[in-house]
């Protein structure tokens, strides 16, 4: 186990964030031992907004055996994978899965989440999320592990409902034998369609669609793309985007989140780690 105190902006794909403990474990052993103590866990810093004064709290990142991932040799129709470890990141697992023929996780293209995060927030996009081809979740609470099916964790849009001061901690997905070309050809139409996402560091889309709508389109019509504060800014790419020019503070966001939240009834989609004005 690795304790060290950093910035978490070294640690979001926002690139803001004060200092925090970190406690990088490796084993259950760790585990138990790091969550002694009060305690946030972090996956790959997406979706995520942590203010400049940082957490009091430690951050629990997953490495070691909580990392590990591999789906396995793949058996046809349906594949239920081995567990998978949560601190794995979604992309990598993707890339797999095509090189495999593996089916189900092209939905998730382009998210750029650890496996255990995009199972707490039910990552997913218009063409589908990852409960859909969730098989069971290991998730450590009270000192012990517990297994629990999908149906038990509450999935819905963006949301999961994982029991208070639990840790996910692995994973199976169930996954379906198909052409490779197949795979290759659904992973572009994916990609195509979010390809005017920015490439800038951002947090992932900022706030959810309203029933029938899309956030990023009433942000394009209400004008605030290129509003900017201090070093974030609204993306021209993308409405539904704040952006780290450079040199932006989670304050500077959290004015541009409020500044739209004063004129559409949008709701934010990130979590948001320690006080913000």
């Given at each position: ?135 069971a979740v290991e998730i450590f609470q ?136």
């Open positions: 186990m690795r304790v060290e105190r950093r910035p978490l902006a070294d640690f979001t794909t926002l690139g803001v964030g004060g200092e925090a403990e970190i406690w990088t474990v490796e084993t259950p052993a760790d585990l138990v031992e790091a969550t002694k103590a009060p305690y946030r866990v972090l996956g790959n810093g997406s979706n995520l907004l942590v203010s400049d004064s940082g957490v009091s709290e430690r951050v629990i990142r997953l490495g070691g055996v909580f990392a590990a991932a591999s789906l396995g040799r793949p058996r046809a129709p349906f594949h239920v994978t081995p567990w998978l470890g949560a601190g794995a990141l979604l992309p990598n697992l993707i890339q797999e899965a095509r090189q495999k023929g593996l089916s189900g996780l092209e939905p998730l293209s382009g998210i750029p989440a650890s496996l255990g995060g995009a199972v707490k927030m039910n990552a997913g996009t218009r063409f589908g999320e990852i409960a859909d081809v969730l098989e009270g000192g012990s592990f517990h297994v629990h099916h999908p149906e038990e964790l509450g999935f819905g849009y963006r949301r999961s409902n994982l029991p208070p001061g639990g840790i996910v901690t692995r994973i199976r997905l169930r996954l379906e034998q198909r052409d490779p070309a197949e795979i290759e050809a659904r992973l572009r139409e994916v990609d195509e369609a979010r390809k005017g996402q920015p490439k800038r560091k951002s947090a992932g889309c900022a706030f959810k669609n309203p029933e029938g709508d899309s956030a990023g389109r009433l942000i394009d019509r209400a004008g605030f793309k290129g509003l900017r504060v201090g070093g974030a800014m609204v993306s021209y790419e993308h409405g539904n985007f704040i952006i780290n020019t450079g040199s932006a503070r989670a304050t500077d966001v959290w004015k541009l989140v409020k500044r739209i939240q004063e004129e559409l009834s949008l709701e934010l989609e990130w979590e948001i780690w320690g006080e913000l004005l």
